[in-house]
């Protein structure tokens, strides 16, 4: 196994919210780590040494393999443990506070988005739902 290059390829799958890759890359590189493999460079280019790399790739990688488990054992793919907070992609406008009231309103194609700045979770509103089905 190359630490690095899964490191690497997981940090993408994280941003590009690939569930699945982000869950097998991370049990992976946990894997790897416990059975005593040398940790990627977490940091780089900055040079911060091994036993920071360890500690590092070890906290990341445990987080990365709860949440997105959490994400795919929801029906949804709404993680219960986080907190729901809700944008519209075409207006930002913001949405209920949770994915019921939301669904109930008539928000759609809500999804986790853990890269987001203030908000966690992305839809389309209801009123931008109706302008992009019109002709
Ligand atoms: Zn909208």
Known sequence: MDPQATWDVLLQAWSKRNWNEVAELSESLLDWLAKGGF??????????????????????????????????????????????????????????????????????????????KAERFIGLCPACSQRASKP
Not at 64 to 72: E, F, G
Request: charged share 20%; proline share 9%.
């Open 39 to 116: 940790p990627p460079e977490t940091n780089y280019p900055k040079e911060l040494g091994v036993d920071w790399d360890s500690a590092v790739a070890l906290a990341a990688c445990g987080f990365a393999w709860c949440r997105s488990r959490n994400v795919l054992e929801n029906e949804h793919g709404i993680p219960a443990d986080v907190p729901f907070s809700l944008a519209c992609t075409k207006c930002l406008d913001d949405g209920p506070k949770s994915f019921d009231d939301a669904t109930q309103t008539g928000w759609s194609q809500i999804e986790y988005y853990p890269a987001g």
